[in-house]
């Protein structure tokens, strides 16, 4: 099974049935290499102990109140449907019972691999791996070259309208540098994510349905308007 952000503590029930008569492999995205659970609201969820991370080795932290400053600040603002899912995995995992046909296949079970540091999101990225806080990313004073560096970048727009506008020609700069560059990006390895779609679909619609003269400036794109959390894909 591949793919899959969460699934319900009833459909888990289901596959561990199944994993006692049959083989089930279930690969999960994990941001971190550490144990994070202890990073958001409802600490007290956590106390029992974890089987599959161990936590970072950090001194003792005597302000439980403080605590989700020792870790990556958006892991803990955002991470909650991922801390769920993982802690239903860990309630059904038995590594011991399957470690060893990895190991005599010389086969990793945990795969982490760190992006780099060369870039500002590939350093937000290693941060979240390594469960870093932001004190600890200070001290390491890596420097990028913000010229030069448009890995993550903020925009300011007074509208949904802009908003969309601004979108419309960030993209067209994307497909010409990397057209330039030599590594070509089509529309539709685009994908575009809002809070609310439903909000912005009427501006999607104005700005990316708008015959341009010239045809470049024309991107294909797709809106399927199903939930909140629906994307634009272009």
Known sequence: MFGISALPRQSLEVLAAIAVHAQVLLFAHNPSRHYWGDLVAERELFRQDY???PPRQRPP???AAALHLHGHPLLAAWGKQGRDYLRLLDEHDQRSQYEAHFQAADMPIDLFES???DTLLHQLQDDILELRSLAERQALRTVIDPATDRSLEFLIAHSP???VEILHDQLLEAFALAEHAGTPLAPRDVLVMV?????YAPAVTAVFKRRYDDPRRNIPFHLPI????SPIRC
């Open 51 to 53: 089987r599959r991370q």
């Open 61 to 63: 932290i005597t302000d």
């Open 115 to 117: 992006p780099g540091n």
């Open 161 to 163: 309208l802009r908003e």
């Open 195 to 199: 809070p609310d779609i439903n909000s």
């Open 226 to 229: 199903k939930d909140k959390l």
